[in-house]
């Protein structure tokens, strides 16, 4: 006789090899994993005692499996290009140009325009120009300081300023004065670095770039990312430059601004808030996050601080027509002291006036600021509050060659998916409604709602040239009606398993490159995609 | 003020000996992995049919396990959240194009003693994986479907379908003799 228990009987005999346990617990160890609920005790469990009591200020009990492990940023060292929009409207006070140059952080050129006190600031000099910056300016990013003047005549920043500026030495401006609010302005935000419970030196009091932390080899401590000023943030895409030798971990959200917990390391060094909509209220003090960081036993000075070269941009604020720039005082990590301090500079200002979404994003030959072999891009498109079905495309532009491949894709905050069908068989998931591409064949994909996650499967067809670049496959979207006119609405895009021919991985060498959906004026004409250009391969 | 008493705990906590914890943490990981390390283990086979992948499957889970603070209702809300974790990093691994590229050795029939077993197990692990996982959990771990439901995802109707065409598929592999 054949019964079920006979099956059970085979499966009672699998027996897990002993030494795995010793593994998971060494590997646990290696990842420095704490056991939530009793190691934690005398920190996160009263903190979250104390949420619940809805006293607040709190940390989100909330790591991915992706956040627990040890972060470190190689792919920080290959930054290329920055492409820094910098948009003013009339009757706007400043504008900024930020430029960096390729693979190399001492050689970042930043040049800023202030129209409250006309001076000139490159790298960490200063100058008077005696001039004044029209009101109306639109700066569109550029590849170097001198075409970055080009687009804005009338500030008469020339290269020869700008050399100038770089040579003369005058009083910089202090960094408190960057973070204080300018006559007929909104306070500028401040986002700022620093090591939690622990002694470190103030940038604002050192006029410095970043804040100072001495750590002993080898040391564990927490930093916490605060702000002050915010206006109430919508969406932030933080990217930070980390030096490599600095490991992070146990990024801890902050339930002032994720109540569901969307704060997540993305890849080597991004973090994305997408924030609770009742969280979006001004605060004058918050904290945002907490992230564990391991200093390195060799002696030397790292570095944690913003990358300027993203330009999805730090924040949103709520509305685009009220200014939003912002100050980030980033951590300098100073390993084996001799008491000395790092060379003086500027922290990072963002000065920009968000009165209309960055110019940048409809231009793909300027949103190439992420290389890989394989490269996706997802276009940028406009659409009103409340649009249905908004096609976004995804293009593969880059392709030394994949057999098939795993890409993820976070939602925005606005938009859901248009759901086609359910397709069985795959828990909790339904099918996005997605239009095949030109290059593949049939797209798998899969909606988890829970995670607000798009899974896309897809492999190159037998007999086609695995080589080709062109339109990869179309999603579709539901705008809510809740987003505002000027909102940019990006989604996360990140490769989550891409193999060759030989069934090799070959993810690392994948890179994606973010659009958008903007959102415009429900008065208008509404135009999606078609309207506006397609990088055509 | 608040702000400064966090500040305060978080502070405790960063001071707290990095020896003590580990031990705590060490106790605390021990407990968990023995506790629930054999349905982890069997239940990541089902889907991948063979030892290696079904003990980094574990290995997975149980790093995720750790790292997760979700604040758990009862042992029956932890197990559940550790099955459906389970299912999802064996289907991860089911998606991957490198396990596209292998072919898993079944590793399953060194188990069997009796012709019968190894014609049942081979029948079960015949199974499409979502019959499969079903069979496993109702019949080897006990869940009531609503409960199956839970883990995986699905509505309790569609577990109740999957249950039944699952025995239907049974019996019509191992004939008329098979009974559950």
């Known amino acids: 006789m054949k019964g079920i228990q006979q099956y059970c009987s085979v499966v009672d005999r699998l027996k897990q090899d002993p030494s795995c346990k010793q593994e998971v617990l060494a590997r646990a160890s290696r990842k420095k994993i704490s056991v939530s609920r009793r190691g934690m005790i005398t920190g996160t469990a009263v903190a979250a005692v104390l949420l619940a009591l809805n006293i607040g200020g709190g940390y989100m009990l909330h790591r991915s499996a992706e956040e627990s492990g040890t972060v470190t940023s190689e792919a920080s060292e290959e930054l290329v290009t920055a492409v820094v929009t910098a948009t003013t409207a009339p009757g706007t006070d400043v504008t900024a140009v930020v430029t960096k140059a390729v693979t190399d952080h001492s050689a970042v050129t930043k040049t800023v325009t202030d129209r409250q006190t006309n001076t000139v600031t490159t790298g960490n000099q200063t100058v008077q120009t005696g001039t004044t910056v029209p009101a109306a300016t639109t700066a569109r990013p550029e590849t170097t300081a001198a075409s970055a003047t080009e687009t804005t005549p009338r500030t008469t920043l020339t290269t020869a300023a700008v050399t100038e500026a770089q040579t003369t030495t005058v009083p910089k401006k202090t960094n408190a004065e960057a973070a204080a609010p300018e006559a007929g302005t909104a306070q500028r935000a401040v986002f700022d670095l620093h090591p939690l419970s622990r002694d470190y030196r103030k940038a604002e009091e050192l006029g410095l770039a970043n804040n100072v932390y001495y750590a002993e080899p080898g040391e564990s401590f927490m930093m916490e990312l605060g702000v002050r000023n915010d206006p109430g943030i919508t969406n932030m895409d933080l990217r930070l430059t980390v030096s490599p030798e600095l490991g992070l971990t146990d990024?801890?959200?902050?339930?002032?601004?994720?109540?569901?917990?969307?704060?997540?390391?993305?890849?080597?060094?991004?973090?994305?808030?997408?924030?609770?909509?009742?969280?979006?209220?001004?605060?004058?003090?918050?904290?945002?996050?907490?992230?564990?960081?391991?200093?390195?036993?060799?002696?030397?000075?790292?570095?944690?601080?913003?990358?300027?070269?993203?330009?999805?941009?730090?924040?949103?604020?709520?509305?685009?027509?009220?200014?939003?720039?912002?100050?980030?005082?980033?951590?300098?990590?100073?390993?084996?002291?001799?008491?000395?301090?790092?060379?003086?500079?500027?922290?990072?200002?963002?000065?920009?006036?968000?009165?209309?979404?960055?110019?940048?994003?409809?231009?793909?030959?300027?949103?190439?600021?992420?290389?890989?072999?394989?490269?996706?891009?997802?276009?940028?498109?406009?659409?009103?509050?409340?649009?249905?079905?908004?096609?976004?495309?995804?293009?593969?532009?880059?392709?030394?060659?994949?057999?098939?491949?795993?890409?993820?894709?976070?939602?925005?905050?606005?938009?859901?998916?248009?759901?086609?069908?359910?397709?069985?068989?795959?828990?909790?998931?339904?099918?996005?409604?997605?239009?095949?591409?030109?290059?593949?064949?049939?797209?798998?994909?899969?909606?988890?709602?829970?995670?607000?996650?798009?899974?896309?499967?897809?492999?190159?067809?037998?007999?086609?040239?695995?080589?080709?670049?062109?339109?990869?496959?179309?999603?579709?979207?539901?705008?809510?009606?809740?987003?505002?006119?000027?909102?940019?609405?990006?989604?996360?895009?990140?490769?989550?398993?891409?193999?060759?021919?030989?069934?090799?991985?070959?993810?690392?060498?994948?890179?994606?490159?973010?659009?958008?959906?903007?959102?415009?004026?429900?008065?208008?004409?509404?135009?999606?995609?078609?309207?506006?250009?397609?990088?055509?391969? | 003020m608040v702000r400064a008493f966090l500040y305060q705990l978080m502070k405790l906590r960063a001071i707290l000996g990095k020896e003590v914890r580990d031990f705590v943490d060490t106790l605390e990981m021990e407990r968990i992995y023995d506790k629930y390390h054999d349905s982890v283990y069997r239940l990541a086979f089902t889907y991948c049919k063979n030892r290696a992948d079904a003990e980094d499957i574990t290995s997975e889970v149980f790093l995720k396990r750790f790292a997760c603070r979700k604040v758990f209702e009862n042992e029956r809300h932890e197990t559940g959240w550790i099955m459906r974790v389970t299912i999802n990093q064996a289907k991860d691994l089911l998606r991957s194009f490198r396990y596209r590229f292998t072919v898993p050795l079944e590793e399953a029939a060194l188990c069997c003693e009796t012709p019968e077993e190894h014609d049942v197990y081979h029948a079960v692990m015949e199974l499409p994986a979502k019959y499969r996982s079903v069979i496993h959990l109702f019949y080897y771990e006990g869940y009531s479907t609503a409960e199956i439901a839970s883990i995986t995802g699905r509505s309790e109707t569609a577990v109740r379908t999957q249950l039944y065409r699952a025995r239907g598929l049974l019996k019509e592999a191992l004939g008329e003799e098979f009974e559950i």
């Not at chain 1, 891009?377 to 098939?404: C, D, I, M, S, W």
């Not at chain 1, 896309?456 to 037998?462: A, K, P, Q």
């Open chain 1, 251 to 537: 990024l801890w959200t902050s339930l002032e601004y994720s109540e569901y917990g969307k704060l997540q390391h993305l890849g080597t060094s991004l973090y994305y808030v997408n924030t609770n909509p009742e969280k979006q209220e001004a605060k004058a003090i918050a904290s945002v996050a907490i992230i564990t960081v391991t200093a390195p036993e060799t002696p030397g000075r790292y570095t944690i601080k913003p990358d300027p070269s993203y330009s999805n941009g730090m924040y949103l604020d709520p509305d685009w027509g009220s200014p939003a720039g912002y100050v980030f005082y980033g951590l300098d990590i100073i390993v084996g002291a001799d008491g000395t301090l790092p060379a003086a500079a500027e922290p990072f200002t963002d000065q920009t006036e968000r009165t209309a979404p960055p110019e940048n994003l409809t231009d793909p030959e300027r949103t190439k600021y992420h290389f890989g072999d394989i490269q996706f891009r997802y276009e940028t498109v406009e659409a009103q509050p409340g649009a249905k079905n908004v096609p976004v495309r995804f293009y593969l532009e880059e392709n030394t060659g994949f057999a098939g491949a795993i890409l993820t894709i976070y939602d925005a905050a606005g938009v859901t998916p248009s759901i086609e069908a359910t397709v069985t068989g795959y828990a909790g998931c339904e099918r996005v409604k997605l239009d095949d591409g030109d290059l593949f064949g049939a797209v798998q994909a899969s909606y988890n709602e829970d995670e607000m996650e798009t899974r896309l499967v897809f492999g190159t067809e037998d007999g086609l040239d695995t080589t080709q670049v062109g339109l990869a496959f179309t999603l579709y979207f539901d705008i809510s009606d809740r987003v505002k006119p000027g909102q940019q609405l990006v989604f996360g895009f990140y490769p989550l398993d891409i193999s060759d021919e030989n069934g090799v991985d070959i993810t690392e060498r994948c890179a994606t490159v973010f659009g958008g959906i903007k959102i415009v004026d429900n008065t208008k004409p509404m135009r999606i995609s078609d309207d506006l250009p397609i990088y055509r391969f």
